[in-house]
């Protein structure tokens, strides 16, 4: 017996064959989220115990720089 019925999908509320009531894109998402989070959880962290709460890191697939915003006007 499969657990693939036919019904809304929790998250996307789509009606396609979900497992456990999640559809197989969203189920793939939120792997992608899951992993994502456990890669830049460290980096977040010595980015606050080090810098203040205006620095950033900006990740490219060939850098990653640290910014920090002395000033800024918007409109």
Same mark, same amino acid.
């Given at each position: 017996?499969?657990?693939? $019925? $036919?019904?809304? =999908? @929790? #998250? *996307?509320? &789509?009606e396609?064959? *979900? &497992?456990?009531?999640? *559809?197989?894109? *969203?189920?793939?998402? @939120?792997?992608r &989220?899951? /992993?994502?989070?456990? #890669?830049?959880?460290?980096? #977040?962290?010595?980015? @606050? /115990?080090?810098?203040?709460?205006?620095?950033?890191?900006? #990740?490219t697939?060939?850098?990653?720089?640290? @910014?920090?915003?002395?000033? =800024?006007?918007?409109?």
């Open positions: 017996m499969s657990d693939t $019925t $036919t019904m809304e =999908c @929790k #998250i *996307c509320h &789509i396609t064959d *979900c &497992i456990q009531g999640i *559809c197989e894109d *969203c189920r793939i998402k @939120k792997e &989220i899951d /992993e994502f989070g456990k #890669i830049v959880l460290p980096v #977040i962290e010595w980015l @606050k /115990e080090n810098y203040n709460p205006h620095t950033s890191i900006e #990740i697939s060939n850098t990653a720089e640290l @910014k920090s915003g002395e000033m =800024c006007y918007r409109i």
